[in-house]
């Protein structure tokens, strides 16, 4: 799927912030919001940086807003680093298969391991098959 040529264009919904951190990072910045479509857009980039970049020695950290690159060298010239990275995330990208997982998390709802599932019950008045649909069902990011 290419970003540029679909209709979501996630790519160009965000204007991440480029700055030094420290003498061997840079951090990239979105809006400062929980949002799927961020998140997305950030995994999105963090993807293509572990592609396009493989052969420069670095460690990439992710958050909801944000990615810290860090460098195995100090950065001499914070300018040409941050255009690189500009010119990598505007750049025309396709989307791995690989850069998203899918996780089946096991979960017990039996009373023994539910402790709280009565205290929810009441609190939220729903039944507890009610609580249990709705956090069996939904797919968490």
């Known amino acids: 799927m290419n970003l540029r040529s ?3 264009n996630i790519l160009d919904t965000f204007q991440p912030t480029y700055k030094l951190f420290g003498e061997r990072s840079i951090l ?3 809006p400062s919001i929980i949002n799927e479509n961020i998140l997305q857009n ?3 980039f963090k993807n293509n940086l572990e592609t396009y ?3 420069l020695k670095i460690e990439i950290k992710s958050a909801y807003n944000s990615l810290l690159i860090t460098y195995d060298y100090t950065i001499d010239n914070i300018n040409n680093e941050i255009s690189s990275l ?3 995330y505007l750049s025309e990208v396709r989307i791995q298969k690989s850069a998203f997982k899918h996780w089946k998390i096991p979960v017990c709802y039996d009373n023994k391991f539910g402790l709280d ?3 929810i019950s009441i609190q939220k008045k729903l039944s507890k098959q009610t609580i249990i649909k709705l956090h ?3 797919i968490y990011t």
């Open 117 to 119: 599932l009565d205290e």
């Open 6 to 8: 679909s209709s979501c």
């Open 42 to 44: 950030i995994l999105i």
């Open 28 to 30: 990239v910045e979105w």
């Open 53 to 55: 970049k493989v052969k």
């Open 86 to 88: 500009e010119t990598l």
């Open 136 to 138: 069996s069902d939904a």
